[in-house]
């Protein structure tokens, strides 16, 4: 309590006389509170009009160029959206596209490879005929020489067997007759 003592102490006279509490407030006395509230209300309108309303002004901008760069980085990002959508549309047809090449070369090939096949067979079966043919050819071929032979044989031996010479009649009469005679063993 001695602080509460001295404090109350330093106090001269009455605390809460209304004379002494207006000279308190204004210790100049009325006319000097006016002024400094007029200075003080007229230093408020300076800064509000000189500081105020140009940072005001300016902070404005600021928010207004915020917002537009949120707006720009929204558009530009629908942009970026619609272009990924395209690229990516590109892109699949591009496979399908790519798909479709692949299918047709394969199909193509396919074909090719069928047409060879025929071709090939068709080659085939014409130089197995004509072996054949060759074959059937070179067999009367031979068979004609064997005939050849036999009628000089055959004639040699007639010219011997008989002990003359054969005329060209009696020739081809005993020729004919061996020779049926052959070719009707040969078909047995």
């Known amino acids: 309590m001695p602080i509460a003592a001295a ?4 106090c001269a006279g009455a605390p809460f006389e209304a004379q002494d509490f207006v000279e308190k407030i204004f210790p100049n006395g009325y006319w000097d509170f006016f002024i400094q509230l007029i200075a003080f209300i007229l230093l408020l309108i300076i800064v509000f009009f000189l500081g105020y309303k140009p940072i005001r002004k300016m902070m404005q901008k600021r928010h207004d160029a915020v ?3 949120i707006e720009d980085a929204k558009q530009n990002q629908i942009i970026a959206e619609k272009a990924a959508k395209a690229s990516d549309q590109t892109i699949q047809e591009g496979k399908e596209e790519a798909e479709r090449i692949l299918a047709a070369a394969r199909k193509q090939a ?17 130089r197995k005929k004509k072996a054949d043919e060759d074959i059937l050819a070179a067999q009367e071929a031979s068979k004609e020489e064997v005939r050849r032979q036999i009628v000089d044989v055959a004639m040699l031996a007639s010219e011997a067997l008989l002990q003359r010479e054969v005329n060209t009649e009696d020739n ?4 004919e007759g061996f020779v049926e005679d052959l070719n009707g063993e ?3």
Not at 7 to 10: A, D, K, M, R, T
Not at 115 to 124: D, N, S, V, W, Y
């Open 67 to 69: 917002n537009a760069m």
């Open 172 to 175: 081809k009469r005993l020729v």
């Open 7 to 10: 404090l109350l102490s330093s």
């Open 110 to 126: 396919e074909f090719e490879r069928e047409k060879t096949l025929q071709e090939t067979k068709r080659e085939i079966e014409a």
């Open 186 to 188: 040969g078909d047995k």
